[in-house]
């Protein structure tokens, strides 16, 4: 089974600080993709990446970069945490293939930023 | 831009009746398109997907749903229902080849079972 593993359940951090949000797979997957779930918004997708070392934007990338180092290892980064970032954030990761991607998806990280 | 459009925001039905969720996408190129359901505490799991081929798609857990180009609707069905469908679901479009540069979600629907 293909395994998404985010370094965190819960986090809380304060307005202001740098956060980190790790994101690993286990199924050697080309691509990564970082969303933010919202109530009542669905899922939004933030950031993705093909490969190592390289990123793409999403729909919503303002406040937000991201690092992708190794093949496994993808990384959300809010270098200035604020109060409207408060969320759940999911990471997933696909095969690419012919036809439909399927997307796996890790348990979330729920953020609060006070 | 791509959309996705689920109008039922809750639906209730009772323990063994039919279900059907709604899904209309908007969307330039041919359609990759996606069920996912979440339950709670957990993440994302994959209901079932369409790209091509026969529109009336076979997925897991007994649902399944039908690809209506006419009418640019991926609707979701299950003959009959359990307490253990209770859950979150959410219908996307994938963009790029396949769903490569992501998917577009709709806003989920909350399917409520009563007993």
């Known amino acids: 089974d293909v395994k998404v593993t985010q370094s965190s359940r819960y986090l809380v951090k304060r307005t202001g600080e740098k956060v980190f949000l790790e994101c690993v797979q286990d199924?050697?997957?080309?691509?990564m993709f970082w969303y933010r779930q919202d109530p009542g918004l669905g899922l939004r997708l933030i950031y993705f990446?093909?490969?190592?070392?390289?990123?793409e934007k999403g729909d919503i990338p303002e406040g937000y970069s991201v690092s992708r180092e190794k093949k496994e290892r993808f990384s959300l980064i809010l270098e200035s945490a604020s109060t409207n970032q408060t969320s759940m954030y999911l990471c997933a990761s696909s095969l690419v293939g012919q036809g439909a991607d399927t997307q796996y998806f890790g348990p979330g990280t729920r953020l609060t930023v006070l | 831009a791509q959309s996705v459009t689920q109008p039922d925001i809750h639906i209730t039905v009772s323990e063994g009746a039919s279900l059907e969720l709604r899904c209309n996408y908007s969307y330039g190129a041919t359609p990759y398109l996606f069920w996912y359901v979440q339950s709670p505490g957990q993440g994302l799991q994959l209901l079932l997907k369409y790209f091509s081929g026969d529109t009336l798609v076979q997925g897991i857990k007994g649902f399944e749903a039908e690809f209506k180009r006419s009418q640019s609707s991926f609707n979701l069905r299950k003959p009959s229902v359990h307490w253990s469908d209770a859950a979150e679901y959410f219908c996307a479009v994938g963009v790029g080849g396949g769903g490569a540069d992501g998917l577009t979600f709709g806003k989920g629907t909350h399917l409520i079972i009563q007993p």
């Open positions: 990446s093909y490969d190592v070392k390289m990123k």
């Open positions: 199924m050697d997957h080309e691509n």
